[in-house]
């Protein structure tokens, strides 16, 4: 990138700066004429100067001026008025000039914005475009939260700076080099005087304010590793707990912003003193115009007009002179502020741009073979990873790398998929070297997975397919609207020098996946190596836990109502009915709690749904009419007292009461004070807190999970009963908020298996939730459909920042997945499956290779294996050790040999 | 339905925890699970990890010991006997079968809570000990019988 801030300006904007400049000039025409025609109107029509006769007229709209050497110089004769048309006309005129001056300044301000905006968009997409090219050992001394920074923040005041870059100076140099020449025509000497004075401030003033400067890179500096630190804070936050470290964090935080702090102070300070100097020095001026002009003027060298156009014509100088100063200042700030900048983004080596292009038709399988020359890698130390090694890899092998960490094998195939680069040798697909071909070659004929893998937050689906997104295939049509603002961004993007590659597109050669997996379908091909590396269970699982959208998904919620149907049938014919305790109009489910079977239903939204509820008016009334919050208060009681007598003798954080959730464990001694307060028959006289409290305990109070028999038959029936009267009489307002239990109806407000389900698990059947399990999947796989659906619910899954709401099991199985989802010619997979069992590892390593082999011409598959238990499923093993291969053998050979120690 | 307090007196019928205060068992009982095994179903499996037992409220349940010559009966339990028990407190995996002969509903005690319970009564040390012996000697005795 240029060096220069300014030149980087000039280069891209050129056109428009000139052009900015031409219209601020000629902005200054009807800017003048607006200072003239006040004076015009007061002097003419109002004080009626030229109408001292009836009936006079006076031109209007006649431009002569007195031009030095030329005379009189008529532009135009003008229109003759009389005084009360001259005031319209006049006052009209100045209405049109506050108009156009108005028109003018919008143009102006608009098109400068636009003008900063667009090359502050050319920064930030170059910046991006070369972290894009970045050599991979760059990263390891990169911070994210510090590059970040510098592309939204740091960038920002140059595209502000963009737009004054060359109209400022132009234009403020004009007024000041005016006020100054002016001053010389009236006098040599206080001109000479005046020049001197301006001359000191913009020589001194700049040089103070190189201070400025270096505070300003400093303030740059620290906030930019605030930021850095800030964002290493968030994730190292699991090491800073388990380690009690968070107070040497604050410590060090507090340190870094006192630093800022004591940067920020001495800016002021420095700033302000330098805008004293700075006043002082345009205030002496005039003090020195009336000390040597008043002399001048007493002892008869100048006369008293003359001194007074002077001083009035200084009135001018100081103001421009000011603000150039200031633009100056703005101008080695922004300077300083993109060399900051840029420094960090210049890498000796970077990924030459061309290697990057965009390319549909890379070619694939042509029996390239992978050859390591002379290999040499080795770590930012220097210290070797790899000696010197040579390999050679057909197309179609199997190869399996044995070997422990830092035995090289791992090492080796990073190298492969272009994670490190070479100390020395080369890695080449057949004569080619891979850091010379291009990305759209090496990065689609290698398929690289290793144990971490890079997940941004979005769908599973969406992190599944990005590694297949290499170019545009086929453009998305825009109409109406759409294309007229697509056809604004691509003209917009050219201007900033973004390219207009469209994330809209569809970016995924459909037609190489489905020949590459033999599926007939996106969604099939995904399934489809889902199930190889064994996520599919986990995805129904995903499924299950997800809430349907009303809009989206009424016609599969429609299916899933049947679904419910046949599940219940399902489990009466295997007589197995009572696992789950179902929800019946007219029942009270012993399973659920009270407050539950009460409301019959599920809230939409949190917490403070259920609050709304139960604070209503309308519930509140309901429950002591009917007499049941009187019951609830009694059982409440009840309830309270069991809890108490059964934690008095225990500490309350034993482990028998990790099942108590009636309250939090700290709250054992209100409760108590709670029960001595309000007695079991006060419920009209305890306050309104009591009250509600004792009758939350039997609102969560669950008869089948705590058994303190405090259910009578007596309140099931009335919680029934009032359940009912509810569900008829209840006010819009509220039933809106809930979403009711109707056998015929989904649950929106409920999970995809809750619906399913239509009750609550009873815990206390021998094997339930396995039951379940089992039936649930009999139903399901009974319905392609519903299957598909599944699976695609559990493909909408949010993984979260980082792929932080994944397993770590999962996100390598994802990964992997990834990997074999592109049609490669070489497949390298490094420890994928760390973490995973032994005979997980063989089951999904087994299910892989077979897939791969399927190809017609099958590719060539590296598997970097921790020990060499599953070697024996390749056609040819390497063993790796201490940085060198010692063993290289067809898998029959290896196989002997190893049985034979 | 039963309650806490039928369980309670459940757990002190067993000899293990007979002497132990109510208080403590009601809490055990809290601690717990109710389950119930239809006729036939498997209620511990010979071998498994003894992570939890179970206490008998209702029922009948048949204990049977796998021997070379197949599966071995040694009788059945009912109301108030531990199943499990010797497995729990020896740290082994269990050392015989149980299944429900009719209905069986149990109180299901997971291990570390039983442990949790014996570990703050000095008594039930010595109590749990010589039941553990007496229990194994037991098995022994059966065993030896089935195979000889």
Redesign the interface.
């Known amino acids: 990138m240029e060096q220069s801030l300014f030149r980087y300006i000039w280069t891209y904007t050129r056109r428009d700066q000139m052009w900015i400049v031409f219209i601020v000039a000629l902005s200054m025409i009807p800017y003048y004429m607006s200072f003239d025609l006040p004076k015009q109107i007061v002097n003419g029509p109002i004080s009626g100067i030229g109408f001292e006769q009836a009936g006079a007229t006076v031109p209007f709209m006649r431009f002569e001026y007195d031009l030095p050497f030329v005379g009189n110089v008529v532009l135009s004769p003008g229109l003759e008025l009389e005084r009360l048309p001259l005031l319209v006309a006049l006052s009209l005129a100045f209405l049109a000039l506050v108009v156009v001056n108005g028109l003018f300044k919008v143009y102006i301000n608009t098109y400068k914005g636009r003008l900063g905006e667009r090359l502050l968009r050319r920064i930030r997409f170059d910046l991006v475009d070369r972290i894009l090219r970045f050599p991979p050992n760059r990263f390891k001394s990169v911070k994210a939260g510090e590059i970040s920074t510098m592309v939204k923040d740091e960038v920002e005041p140059m595209g502000g700076f963009t737009s004054d870059a060359f109209v400022q100076p132009a234009f403020l140099g004009g007024q000041a080099l005016t006020a100054l020449i002016f001053i010389f025509v009236q006098h040599v000497w206080l001109g000479l005087l005046a020049l001197i004075m301006a001359l000191i401030q913009v020589l001194v003033i700049p040089r103070l304010r190189q201070r400025l400067i270096v505070l300003g890179r400093e303030r740059q500096l620290t906030a930019r590793q605030l930021a850095g630190r800030v964002a290493e804070i968030v994730d190292g936050i699991e090491m800073i707990h388990a380690t009690d470290t968070t107070n040497l964090v604050r410590a060090d935080i507090a340190t870094r912003l006192g630093r800022i702090f004591k940067i920020r102070y001495d800016i002021y300070q420095w700033k302000f003193f330098v805008k004293f100097l700075n006043n002082f020095i345009a205030q002496v001026t005039p003090f020195l115009f009336y000390l040597i002009g008043g002399y001048f003027t007493i002892t008869g060298r100048l006369d008293v007009g003359q001194l007074v156009a002077v001083i009035n014509a200084y009135k001018e100088l100081p103001g421009p002179m000011k603000e150039l100063i200031d633009w100056d200042l703005a101008r080695q700030d922004t300077q300083v502020k993109y060399e900051q900048v840029i420094e960090q983004f210049d890498a000796d080596v970077m990924i030459d741009a061309s290697l990057q292009e965009v390319d549909k038709d890379a070619e694939l399988g042509d029996d390239k073979p992978l050859e390591i020359r002379a290999l040499t890698l080795a770590d930012d130390t220097g210290t070797p990873l790899l000696n010197s090694t040579t390999l050679h890899f057909d197309m179609s092998e199997t190869v399996a790398f044995v070997g422990s960490a830092g035995s090289g094998s791992d090492v080796l195939a990073d190298a492969i998929g272009r994670v490190i680069w070479p100390s020395s040798g080369q890695i080449q697909l057949g004569e080619q070297d891979i850091l010379r071909l291009p990305e759209a070659v090496t990065g689609r004929r290698i398929s690289y997975s290793s144990s971490e893998g890079y997940y941004f937050s979005g769908t599973l689906e969406e992190n599944l397919l990005f590694p297949l997104k290499n170019a545009p295939r086929v453009a998305k049509i825009y109409e109406g609207d759409d294309a007229s603002f697509r056809n604004w961004y691509i003209d917009e993007a050219e201007r900033s020098g973004n390219p207009l590659l469209d994330p809209e597109d569809e970016w995924i050669d459909v037609e190489t996946l489905l020949q590459h997996t033999g599926a007939e379908t996106l969604r099939q091909a995904v399934f489809r190596v889902l199930d190889i590396v064994e996520l599919t269970d986990d995805i129904v699982e995903f499924a299950l836990r997800t809430r349907l959208d009303p809009d989206k998904d009424s016609e599969l919620a429609k299916r899933l109502v049947d679904v419910r149907v046949e599940f219940r049938d399902e489990l009466d014919a295997r007589n197995r009915g ?1 696992v789950v305790s179902p929800f019946q109009p007219g029942a009270y489910n ?1 399973e659920a709690s009270v407050g539950e079977n009460l409301l019959f239903g599920q809230v939409k939204g949190g917490p403070e749904t259920l609050r709304q509820i139960v604070i209503s008016d309308y519930f509140r009334n309901t429950l002591r009419d009917s007499g049941l919050g009187e019951m609830m208060y009694r059982a409440g009681h009840e309830i309270g007292e ?1 809890a108490v ?3 008095q ?2 500490p309350p954080d ?7 959730k009636l309250f939090p464990m700290d709250e054992l001694s209100n409760v108590q004070r709670l029960l001595q307060r309000a007695g079991p028959n006060d419920f009209e006289m305890a306050t309104r807190d009591d009250r509600s409290e004792l009758m939350r305990l039997t609102a969560v109070y669950n ?1 089948s999970w ?4 405090a259910l009578r038959e007596v309140m099931a029936k009335k919680v029934v009963e009032v359940r009912e009267q509810m569900q008829r009489e209840m006010p819009d307002d509220i039933r809106e908020l809930i979403d009711f239990y109707e056998p015929d109806q989904y649950v929106y407000a409920a999970d995809v298996r809750e619906n399913i389900l239509f009750g609550k698990v009873n ?5 339930a939730e396995a039951i379940i399990q089992e039936v649930g999947e009999t139903v399901v796989t009974r319905h392609d459909d519903i299957a598909e659906a599944f699976l695609g619910l559990g493909l909408s899954y949010d993984v979260g920042s980082g792929g932080r709401r994944l397993t770590a099991v999962q996100r390598r199985k994802l990964n992997m997945a990834r990997a074999l989802l592109r049609r490669s010619d070489y497949y390298v997979f490094n420890r994928t499956l760390l973490g995973l069992d032994n005979d997980a590892i063989s089951r999904i390593m087994r299910g892989a290779l077979e897939f791969l082999r399927e190809r017609e011409k099958p590719p060539l598959v590296i598997w970097v294996l921790s020990n060499n238990v599953h070697a024996s499923d390749f056609d040819r093993v390497i063993c790796f050790d201490a940085g060198s291969v010692v063993e290289d053998s067809p898998r029959d050979e290896y196989l002997l040999r190893a049985e034979a120690s | 339905m039963m309650c806490i307090r039928d369980e309670t007196k459940a757990l002190s019928m067993t000899p293990l925890l007979k002497g132990i205060e109510p208080s403590k068992l009601r809490c055990l009982a809290f601690a717990s699970d109710r389950i119930i095994f239809e006729d036939g179903e498997s209620i511990i499996e010979q071998g498994e990890d003894a992570d939890v037992g179970f206490v008998v409220m209702n029922g009948e349940a048949e204990m049977t010991v796998d021997t070379p010559k197949g599966g071995e009966s040694l009788g059945t339990v009912g109301l108030g006997h531990l199943i499990g028990e010797a497995a729990m407190l020896a740290g082994t995996p269990y050392f015989i079968s149980v299944s429900a002969k009719g209905p069986v509903e149990a109180l299901c005690i997971r291990k570390e809570h039983l442990l949790k319970l014996l570990e703050g009564c000095a008594d039930s040390t010595s109590i749990a000990l010589q039941s553990l012996s007496k229990r194994i000697a037991d098995v022994e005795a059966r065993q030896n019988e089935a195979v000889g």
């Open positions: 009572r012993i069991m007598s059964l934690m003798d225990l034993h482990v028998f009461f990790e099942r108590m008869e705590y058994r303190f028999g815990s206390r059947q021998s094997n």
